[in-house]
């Protein structure tokens, strides 16, 4: 959402339109390796616990929290979204804010679709 007066966007979906407005469409084949896409099964440590969590990222429409399926509208699958793996990142959630590093990162957009961004 866009403020009218032409500020920049607010409310839940600013960082992810902010993110939209920086993206670059690229053709599957060229999303390097280790940058996490749609379809990326990433592996994220979390930095203040130490633990270690394993998602898919996805469409909102297949996202599945019992299957480790996160949706790429969820806090975390937006802050991830393009990093590579050994990026740091952080990312306000309901619940606070978390910080992650991407430990790996494997397949992608490539896996299923023509495009990545």
């Known amino acids: 959402m866009r403020h009218g007066d ?5 409310g839940r979906f600013g960082k992810l339109e902010r993110k939209l407005d920086r993206a670059v469409v690229l053709e599957a084949w060229a999303v390097p390796p280790g940058v996490v896409a749609i379809n990326s099964r990433v592996h994220l440590l ?3 616990t130490g633990k270690t969590e394993e998602w898919v990222l996805t469409m909102p429409e297949n996202a599945d929290p019992d299957r480790q399926h996160l949706s790429i509208l969820a806090p975390i ?4 979204l393009g990093f590579s793996e050994g990026d740091e990142v952080e990312c306000e959630t309901p619940g ?6 991407l430990q790996r990162v494997v397949g992608g957009a490539q896996s299923k679709f023509g495009i990545a961004v």
């Open 46 to 48: 979390d930095l203040d």
């Open 77 to 80: 699958g937006t802050a991830i």
């Open 6 to 10: 032409g500020k920049k966007p607010c």
């Open 96 to 101: 606070g804010v978390r910080r992650f590093k």
